[in-house]
Each structure stands twice: as C-alpha cells, then as structure tokens.
C-alpha cells in the first residue's frame, strides 16, 4: 500500500464505482477495495449541491441522506484534497480547482488542469506528445518564441548563417529530426513570426536584417535534408531590426510590424505595400495587441508608455506612464471590451499587472501584485470564457528565472479574480495558445497552452470537468471564425466591422483555402560588384 493512500493523500472515486483507487502523488494503485473504504471522503448533495466529510467504513449509498437539507437522494463522491471533483474523471488529472472565496462555484468557474504529457502512461505518453530535441533560438530578444494554428506549431531555430524558423504539423509530434526543412530566407536571426488568422498556410516572420517575410507553408514537413521553403514575398522598409509581427483580427492581409527603427508599419501583404507609419516612440516596441475590431493598437514601449493608435489616421489617441520597472513590458486588449491589461515591473522590480481603461489613460483603475521574480510576465486573454492566463518567463541558464508557472483570473466587473495556477519546476521560454477553433470540445478543452523549454515544445491543455457527454453551450460561445469580415482595402479605406464567428456545437471544419499569391515585385538578386565595376564607378 503506498503511504500517500494511507495517509489519505489521494485522489479517491465514489465505492459505487467499483473502481482502485490511485494516489495522486506517485499513481501507485491500492490493491484493497475495502482497505481503501476506510478513508474519509468528500460528499456533494445532488440537490442542495453543499459538500460535507462522511467516513466511507459503514458506507451505504442506498440509505444516505444530506446533513444540510435530509435529501435522501444518492450522493455525489468528491475528490478530497484538492476541492469538487467531478465523478468519473481520471483522479490523476486533478490539480487544483478554486481556492478565492470570492468565486462562486459556477461550473463554468471550476477549471483545473491537466498536463497532457501526464494524461496516461507518464513516460509513453509524454513521449509521444512532445516536439522533442528541438534547437530553440537562444536570442536575447524578447519573444514568445513559438506561435500556434489548428495545423501547426511555429518554432524560431537556432541555425547558424543566418536565421531559421520551422513550422511543424501537429501530426509530427515526437523527436523531430535536425535536418527538417527550414524557413532560411532572413540573413540575420528570426525575432518572430505570426499565423494569418485566415489562412492556416500563411506565415510572416521578421528578424534582425530589418526585413519582413510571407511564406506559404506546405500539408507536409518534408523529408529531412530536403530543400529550404523559400519566401512568397519580402517586405522592405524597416532601417533596422524588427521585432514583433502581427496580424489584423478583422481585416485579411493585413499585418502589423514593429521595429528597433521606432515605427510601427501596417502593410498589405497581397499587394506588398506599406500602407501607414506608426510614429512617437521614444525607444523600441516592447508589445502589441489590437482592439476588438482592429480599429484601434495598444503598445508598450521600452521609454515606459503606455500608447493607443488609430491605425489610419496614424495619431495617438490616448497615451500614459506605465510600469516604471527597466524590465520587459507587455499588453493584451481584453477583447470586446474597452479595458486592458498590461504586465510588467515596479522601480524595485517587483512584478505587477495594470487594467486600463482604454478611454483614459491617466491612471490603471485596478494594480495588482504578483510577486519578485525576475521572469517576464507573458499576458494571453479569452474572450469567450473572460480568462486572463499569466505564464511567466523563466530561462534554463539563468538560475534566478526559473518560472514554469501559469496563473489565470477571471475578469468580471473591472475586477480580476483568481482562478487557480497551473505550476511546474521546468522553466518556460515562451509561449502561444491554441485559437479556440483548435480545441477539443468533446473533452470540454476550454483553450491549449504551447510551452516552449530548454529544447522541447509541451501542450499543456485547459479542461473543464462535466458529467454530461453533450455539447457545452456556456463553455463554448460562438468563436472567432476563419473568415475575414473585411479586405485590406476596405479596411484601409475606412471601413470597420467585428469579427465573424462559427457555433463549435458540431465541430471546426475549416474550408479550403486559395493558394496565397503575392503581386509584390520580386526583390532583385544583388550581383556581386566586379573590380572593374568598382574602377569605372571611381574614374
């Protein structure tokens, strides 16, 4: 019998199940059903729904009734130890459920985690589910290092003579070999790229040769040395190095791109056109994130500002101190609503979260405090269950970041409530999460985290437990579809509209998308100069 079970640290299901019970600490099964019985448990009244302790020896679930309101109906067994449970889950997928007080107890609210590396077998299973050896960038830059679609995993490579990302089909989970084809085409390193929201098989990248990059991403990975995918399109225009891609909600091809050159620049990526300059920063763009209909972009900046676009007209609209820390800055617009949250540092580096009110800017109207850790906090919001995640930003080398973790809050009446956190000893570099049409509604998977660590890429997935096999309407509202409401130019021209949704209800079956082609001018190959070239020039 293992001592965590004897002690009563384990995860337990109801005696009706005729089920082992199984630790949650180490998975070690108890052998004796009725050993096992003499352990307290956790009980719910099904129809006062109050939890209260029974000890489970002289159990009779045919003859037991709720001490709070003598309903004499069948109870609910609950998991111990770690809150309301749900009867039939695995026990070893419980985590931690809700712990404010503050939260009611809707089921919507009940969200745990589960690691999907641990869902079974520990060592097949996470095996199998890992993108494994991979040679993750090791630039100082700060990015999330990894972007995700339904269809694929973006990864920045490190690769020598040049820059290099890898985009790789979800199918190809495992050890992924050295000699993949790369995405090779910048000469310096690659600082990020971003999926078209329309598109699966659209990419833009950027690095430090100050250029842009569409790509077209082929069904398969490719055999291995097999040719590098070569660019559909460069964009030119940045004087130095570009640090942040991303593209517009709303509006199909058209892309956002911030520099080390103080600009942001909105390009049409079919037509290859820079369309308008974002200009008044006083150092490098830390973050951006744009509002709910792309009308308007929120940045933060290196000089310790808070701004907000209007992306046509090129002005800032609103403007304000932010955190006052030297450290990285970031920003996430909380979908259709006019607030914000930024993440980032005190003056004695203590971490801190800010909502904004996006229509004044003069001062956040909430300030919380994380804790001292020197990891960058890496803010991703979902609209359709109101979560804010907060993952920090840990390093392998650096001993004092070593942050696995992920909190996440829900946000309701200007306020954030704690929800729970997922925690881990293994340091995240970066981080994407899955778009909602990506994840699996029949297991009630509300959103899918990618960690990326020292040399790997882990899903971590979001599970809200439900006794019912059916359709969840409360957990999956209508989500952001992969259609676009307007051209680029009709968002150029003016022209604003909110996103177009699809009801997951029966599934995402994306469409078949055309081909991406690019009317760009193809960027002309530089001719190396001859020394009689260089003779006739001088004379």
Known sequence: MCKHILNAQVSIRAPCCKRWFDCAECHAEASDHELAKSIEMVFACKKCKKCFRKDLENFDETDEYCPHCDNHYVLEAKTPSFGIGVEGDDPRLDNRLIKDERIKQDPKKSIFNQDITYRMDRIRRKNYLLFQVIPISSNAWDTNLVKVNPSFVSINWNAGGGGAFAVIPHKNVGKIHDGIPLYRAHTAPVLDTDFANFNDNVIASCGEDSKVMIWTVPEELGEPESPDIEPVSKLTGHGRKVGHVLFHPVADNVLASSSADLTIKLWDIEKGVEKQELKGFLDFVQSMSWNWNGSLMVTTCRDKKLRIFDVRSSKVVQEAASHQGIKGSRVVWLGDTERLATTGFSKMSDRQVYLWDST????????????????????????????????????????????????????????????????SSEPQRGMAFMPKRGVNVNECEITKAYKVTSNCIEPISFVVPRRSDGFQPDLFPPALSDEP????????????????????????VAKEKKEFVSSAPKEEEKIPKTEKDVCFKEA
């Open 485 to 508: 409401a307007l051209t680029a130019d009709e968002f150029f021209g003016g022209k604003n509209a909110n996103p177009k949704t699809i009801d997951l209800e029966n599934g995402f």
């Open 360 to 423: 004044q800017l003069e001062k956040p109207i909430k300030t919380m405090m994380l804790d001292t850790s020197s990891g960058i906090v890496m803010p991703f919001y979902d609209e359709d269950t109101k979560i804010l995640y907060l993952a920090g930003k840990g390093s392998v080398k650096d001993v004092l970041k070593t942050d696995g973790n992920i909190r996440y809050y829900e946000f309701e009446n200007d306020e954030l409530f704690f929800l729970s956190e997922y925690k």
